[in-house]
């Protein structure tokens, strides 16, 4: 088993930063992607970012492509993201993700672990 633990949420002005990070423990002993996942109040999860083992490899949803940024180190088993220039529509609770497949993807189906999430609140 994986347990995955978000933190770094909380409430920003537009135009803010926030970083958060997600920390794993259990079974972390193979080499994993990981990914960030958004649900607004209302809306479906969706697709934020994701890096392979490496992080060479980053995927984003277009939405955050230059404002939100991906990283990872390995020997603290934590990915953290990066957000800045935050707009209200950045409001949501942000999950983090764990796939037992070095490959990035934005399919949700695909990753085998999931955090409790954290809250990101984003005012005008």
């Known amino acids: 088993q994986v347990q995955l633990v978000e933190s770094g949420g909380g409430w920003v002005q537009a135009g803010g930063s926030l970083r958060l990070s997600c920390a794993a423990s259990g079974r972390t002993f193979s080499r994993y992607a990981m990914a960030w996942f958004r649900q607004a109040p209302g809306k479906e999860r969706e697709f934020v970012a994701a890096?392979?083992?490496?992080?060479?490899?980053?995927l984003y949803a277009d939405s955050v492509k230059g404002r939100l940024t991906i990283s990872r180190d390995n020997a603290k088993n934590t990915v953290y993201l990066q957000m800045g220039s935050l707009k209200p529509e950045d409001t949501a609770v942000y999950y983090c993700?764990?796939?037992?497949?070095?490959?990035?993807?934005?399919?949700?189906?695909?990753?085998?672990?999931w955090g409790q999430g954290t809250q990101v609140t984003v005012s005008s």
């Open positions: 890096i392979t083992w490496s992080g060479l490899n980053t």
């Open positions: 993700a764990l796939r037992y497949n070095n490959y990035v993807t934005r399919d949700a189906t695909r990753y085998d672990y």
